[in-house]
Nanobody
Framework: QVQLVESGGGLVQAGGSLRLSCAIS????????MGWYRQAPGKARELVAV???????NYADSVKGRFTISRDNAKNTVYLQMNSLKPEDTAVYIC???????????????WGQGTQVTVSS
């Protein structure tokens, strides 16, 4: 069973920084990609950043130059460093992984519960 646990969310003033962490656990055959999505009230869930097993990264245009995604392969953990935060970044940030567990190798996509990020003016 694959479990994702996010941490690091909170309240920060505009211009501040936060670092989100997502620890992925379970008997996993492979982790092919890890990423972060976010969802604000009244808006659709959107991809914020993703990092593949090969280290390739992609970012939403709205966060380019401000957010950095990284990973610690030894810990099966993905991070999202968020700098120069804006009020429009306020959302629930949800960790996602494309991972294959030993128990069911037909499944490959898992989600965390999300962590709230609130940026005040």
């Amino acid at each position: 069973q694959v479990q994702l646990v996010e941490s690091g969310g909170g309240l920060v003033q505009a211009g501040g920084s936060l670092r989100l962490s997502c620890a992925i656990s379970g008997r996993i055959f492979s982790i092919n990609a890890m990423g972060w999505y976010r969802q604000a009230p009244g808006k659709a869930r959107e991809l914020v950043a993703v990092i593949t097993s090969g280290g390739t990264t992609n970012y939403a245009d709205s966060v380019k130059g401000r957010f950095t995604i990284s990973r610690d392969n030894a810990k099966n953990t993905v991070y999202l460093q968020m700098n120069s935060l804006k009020p429009e970044d306020t959302a629930v940030y949800i960790c996602n992984t494309a991972a294959v567990p030993y128990s069911d190798m037909t499944r490959n996509n898992y989600w965390g519960q999300g962590t709230q990020v609130t940026v005040s003016s």
